[in-house]
């Protein structure tokens, strides 16, 4: 699974996929639910990614404990994505 594509869960909801980070050798996505028409909504969810057999599987993550610890580092990787954007011309806006 990469940033950035829609996967649909298993309930049939589509989700794109925001964000990864990686935590105790397992991969954490941070997702966003998207409406009947693939548009945003206001609901988000953190999905694990899980390797068996050669097969993803994916899991809403729950545990309160790792999401503190995924939020930290979902924090950070926002904070440097938005360091790296170019500046704003003022004159433009």
């Known amino acids: 699974m990469k940033v950035d594509s829609v996967i649909t869960l298993e309930n049939n ?8 980070a990686v935590y105790k050798n397992n991969n954490y996505f941070l ?7 693939n548009e945003p909504t206001d609901d988000s969810v ?4 899980i390797i068996e057999d ?6 809403r993550e ?5 999401l ?3 939020l930290k580092l979902f924090v950070k990787s926002f904070a440097e994505d ?3 954007l170019p500046p704003i ?3 433009e806006v």
């Open 13 to 20: 909801l589509n989700c794109l996929l925001l964000d990864k």
């Open 54 to 59: 050669g097969k993803i599987y994916i899991e």
């Open 46 to 49: 953190v999905l694990k990614e």
């Open 62 to 66: 729950g545990n309160e404990e790792v």
């Open 68 to 70: 503190a610890e995924l």
């Open 82 to 84: 938005v360091e790296s």
């Open 31 to 37: 997702a966003i639910l998207l409406d009947e028409d």
């Open 89 to 91: 011309d003022e004159e």
